[in-house]
């Protein structure tokens, strides 16, 4: 009998630093499984989306918008969609992307998180629609001066640079669109808008032309305007006339 309890006593004794070490080894085992959840959070942003205002198209178009997508991981493969569209797309390897020219809407972009195997979704922040750039600027006055005068001597053979300095005036606050003509042309030579703000009158806007080489002539003349279609105002350089250099 004694035999017996002193046999069981010594497997007892075996058993029990087995036990022990299962026990401390457990949460160690545990925590494999752990890492890689934490490293899916490291307090990075979140997704998000951002419809913005980029400016506008041709002389007398539409506000053009950027769809700006941040903070998805790395070469996620996204779908984008909106009432009249929709594309799928990916983002870069630090989880932005930027779809340029889209149109004015609500947007939805959905994704798969690796992480949890299932579809997110992100609603896209949306601004006010913009109406043509106008805002709330009344201009008063458009006007060009001649940086290059008349009279100047130019090989006319080689294209010859004109400059000029167009300046638009007003009062408010927010974008005003412009563009210029060449000559009598009525086709946009460039574009652009300019932004009023407090304290902010008027805006001066640099051009510099260049006259087409020409043969067998003694001079060569050129004008530009400078036009707010939004206003409905326009305002004309004078005329630049150049002699041509006798070969």
Same mark, same amino acid.
């Given at each position: 009998?004694? $035999?017996?309890?002193?046999?069981? $006593?010594?497997?007892?004794?075996?058993?029990?630093?087995?036990?022990?070490?299962?026990?401390?080894?457990?949460?160690?085992?545990?925590?494999?499984?752990?890492?890689?959840?934490?490293?899916?959070?490291?307090?990075?942003?979140?997704?998000?989306?951002?419809?913005?205002?980029?400016?506008?198209?041709?002389?007398?178009?539409?506000?053009?918008?950027?769809?700006?997508?941040?903070?998805?991981?790395?070469?996620?493969?996204?779908?984008?969609?909106?009432?009249?569209?929709?594309?799928?797309?990916?983002?870069?390897?630090?989880?932005?992307?930027?779809?340029?020219?889209?149109?004015?809407?609500?947007?939805?972009?959905?994704?798969?998180?690796?992480?949890?195997?299932?579809?997110?979704?992100?609603? !896209?922040?949306?601004?006010?629609?913009?109406?043509? =750039?106008?805002?709330?600027?009344?201009?008063?006055?458009?006007?060009?001066?001649?940086?290059?005068?008349?009279?100047?001597?130019?090989? !006319?053979?080689?294209?010859?640079?004109?400059?000029?300095?167009?300046?638009?005036?007003?009062? =408010?606050? =927010?974008?005003?669109?412009?563009?210029?003509?060449?000559?009598?042309?009525?086709?946009?030579?460039?574009?652009?808008?300019?932004?009023?703000?407090?304290?902010?009158?008027?805006?001066?806007?640099?051009?510099?032309?260049?006259?087409?080489?020409?043969?067998?002539?003694?001079?060569?003349?050129?004008?530009?305007?400078?036009?707010?279609?939004?206003?409905?105002?326009? =305002?004309?350089?004078?005329?630049?006339?150049?002699? !041509?250099?006798?070969?």
């Amino acid at each position: 009998m004694n $035999r017996q309890t002193n046999r069981h $006593r010594g497997f007892l004794l075996l058993a029990a630093p087995l036990l022990a070490s299962s026990v401390a080894l457990t949460p160690a085992f545990a925590a494999q499984g752990r890492p890689a959840e934490a490293e899916a959070a490291p307090g990075g942003p979140a997704p998000s989306c951002e419809l913005v205002a980029s400016g506008t198209g041709q002389p007398g178009g539409a506000p053009r918008y950027d769809l700006r997508l941040s903070g998805f991981p790395a070469n996620q493969s996204v779908r984008v969609e909106s009432k009249t569209s929709s594309f799928r797309t990916t983002v870069d390897d630090q989880g932005g992307l930027t779809r340029q020219g889209v149109r004015y809407g609500m947007y939805t972009v959905s994704y798969r998180d690796s992480e949890m195997k299932q579809g997110k979704h992100v609603s !896209c922040v949306t601004p006010p629609r913009q109406k043509g =750039g106008k805002g709330n600027v009344q201009v008063t006055k458009v006007e060009v001066i001649n940086l290059t005068k008349s009279g100047g001597v130019v090989d !006319c053979t080689k294209p010859a640079k004109v400059e000029f300095d167009g300046k638009i005036t007003g009062s =408010g606050q =927010g974008d005003v669109r412009y563009y210029w003509t060449y000559a009598s042309s009525a086709d946009p030579l460039s574009s652009g808008s300019v932004t009023f703000t407090p304290g902010v009158t008027s805006h001066s806007i640099f051009n510099a032309v260049e006259i087409s080489p020409q043969v067998n002539v003694s001079t060569v003349s050129v004008f530009v305007t400078l036009h707010v279609p939004d206003q409905n105002m326009s =305002g004309r350089s004078e005329q630049v006339t150049l002699t !041509c250099a006798k070969p």
